[in-house]
């Protein structure tokens, strides 16, 4: 099982897992090269080492320092890509161009799933398009199976699984249509 969460607008990083030791000693000091007047700015939460593995956390979570040996936290992810909404996509998916399978797909892929009529992977969504967009959870050149589940935050939590006509029977003709048109392509090809 692979739990990651990725909160856009979330507290920086070195308020609450990047401790940056240079950055306390250089604290107020004027950096070159960079705006007139602009100065370093240290977190103004103290961290210690947690755990037997030393996990440097922020005061911030006092609770989750009894659990740092059981964490395992990635610090060397690297862009050049600065822009907000391309950043996320390369967070997900190891590119900012191009369609490629996100993490979710590649773990779901990799591992398998316990169930098959459950979906591989799921996200929680709040009811907002993340930057980057849903490619971001998507499948890329990967089967379609590997593609997250968006969960919302609503009455219906997953987007078209409700028939939308009014009238029984309309959706199953609809669908058994689709299946005859897919079986006549099929004969023929």
Known sequence: RVSFLCMSGAPSH??????????????????SGVRRGAKLLASPFEFKPRGKSGLMISELFPQLG?????MCLLRGMHTDVPVRAQAPTMMHTGSFQFVRPSMGAWTSYGLGSEADDLPGFVVLNGG???PGGLGCFGSGFLPAT?????FLARAHPIANIAPS???????RAKLDLVGQLDAEFVRRT
């Open 14 to 31: 070195v308020d609450t897992f990047d401790h940056k030791p240079e950055l306390v000693a250089r604290n107020g000091a004027t950096l």
């Open 66 to 70: 009894a659990h740092a040996d059981d």
């Open 128 to 130: 907002l398009v993340p």
């Open 146 to 150: 590997h593609q997250g589940t968006t």
């Open 165 to 171: 006509e009014e009238r029984d029977g309309l959706q």
